[in-house]
Each structure stands twice: as C-alpha cells, then as structure tokens.
C-alpha cells in the first residue's frame, strides 16, 4: 500500500544550526506534500506545503524540496530558535482520493539552548 | 474567520459509557477528517466525511464507533461502550476540497481518558 516514511524520528540540534527532516513517499501519482508542526498539547498546524510542479519553496526560515524522481521531500529549517521544537509530520496525497492524506510517522525536533 | 473548532477540549468517561466529541469546520469547507492520536504517536487516520455522505471510514473500527456529518450542525464522533484503550487525543481537521485543495486545517483535538 502506500506509505510515507519520514527520518529521523528524533532530531536534536543546537540553537542557531539548521535542521532537516527528510521523507521518502511511494505513490508516484501523489502532488501534494505538506508538513505540519504540532506543539505539545496542541493540534497539527499546516507551516508549509508544495505542489509537484515545483522543486522548491520557502516561507522566512522554512523550506521545502521536492524531488519527484527520486520520490523524496525535505523540510529545512535555518538559524533554529527555542520555539522551533516540537513534533513535525510531513504527508503526501494519496492516489485513491483527490483529498486524503498518508503521514509520516513524525520527527521530534528538540533545539538545545 | 475562526478556525476548526472543537469540543469538549477534555472528556473523563467511565468504562462502558458513551463518548461524544464533537467538530465545526472552518468556514466554508465542507470536507471533515478525524484522526486519533496515542502518546508520543503519529496521526492515524479514521475517517472522512462530507455534508451527509461518509466518503471513508476504512481507519474506524467497526465496532462501538460511528461519525456523521449532517446538513447541519458539526461533525460527531461517537464511541459508544468506551473501553481504556479508547483513551487517546482525537483531531478533527477541514478542508474545502475545491480548486485540488489537500489543505487540511486541524482544530485543537479532544481529549478522551477512559477510567
């Protein structure tokens, strides 16, 4: 079946650095990848997403990457702040439904002060 | 224009009893999707729902669990016969489902502890 696979599970960086989070996506057909920050407590919320008729897209310190060929997608994250941990989920869309969803499992971000 | 709401924020059931959580989509969309989420866990999908249609309900258990979407009025989730494994953070999220949209927008989740 489809699946989404996201590494690392648990990522610790020093304040200031950058981080990644990669996923790896089996569905050729999927268009969509989104990524969603979850703070503790708290509902996902959607910080970036990217259509597969682009290869890059930033917002501020957030980017994301797309390979198609490859079938992988990264989240970057530069100059790292406190406020930056938490949970991140990437997803890619699913063939059988214009509307739903495969998740990766997580990656929880921990930024040492 | 407020986000996906939803309620209660927190719910205590005693074993054998009724849960009902409930779900208002943001604005204009008409796409429903219910997610459970365990401790220290990913999102796992339940279902999906759209005004008055169930489009997938392949991630619900068959048993005790049932959601609706009516014409009016939120989305339900309900698990009737609550058992300790039903203890869990359950996220309700919309979307508007036109123009391709995948945007899926969470509210802030429920809280379920079976007792």
């Known amino acids: 079946g489809e699946n989404v696979e996201q590494h690392p599970s648990t990522l610790s960086v020093q304040e200031g650095d950058s981080a990644v989070i990669k996923c790896t996506y089996s569905?050729?057909?999927?268009?969509?990848f989104p990524w969603y920050k979850q703070e503790l407590g708290k509902g996902p919320q959607l910080i970036i997403d990217?259509?597969?008729n682009v290869g890059e897209k930033k917002d501020q310190r957030i980017a994301v990457t797309l390979n198609k060929t490859a079938k992988h997608f990264s989240l970057h994250i530069t100059e790292t702040q406190p406020e930056d941990s938490a949970v991140y989920f990437c997803a890619a869309s699913s063939r059988d439904s214009n509307y739903q969803l495969i998740w990766g499992a997580g990656t929880k971000l921990i930024i040492k002060p | 224009n407020a986000g996906v709401m939803q309620n209660p924020r927190h719910l205590v059931r005693r074993r054998g009893q009724e849960a009902r959580l409930r779900c208002s989509p943001m604005k204009g969309h008409s796409h429903v999707y219910w997610y459970r989420q365990l401790p220290e866990e990913g999102l796992k999908f339940m279902v999906y729902l759209q005004k008055e249609n169930i489009i997938d309900e392949s991630g619900m258990p068959k048993e005790r669990f049932s959601a609706e979407f009516p014409k009016e009025g939120p989305s339900i989730l309900r698990i009737q016969q609550v058992v300790r494994g039903d203890s869990a953070a359950y996220f309700c999220?919309?979307?508007?489902?036109?123009?391709?949209?995948?945007?899926?927008?969470f509210g802030p989740g429920t809280r379920l502890t079976v007792t």
């Open positions: 569905d050729s057909a999927s268009n969509y």
């Open positions: 990217i259509r597969s």
């Open positions: 999220a919309s979307s508007s489902g036109t123009g391709g949209g995948y945007e899926q927008y």
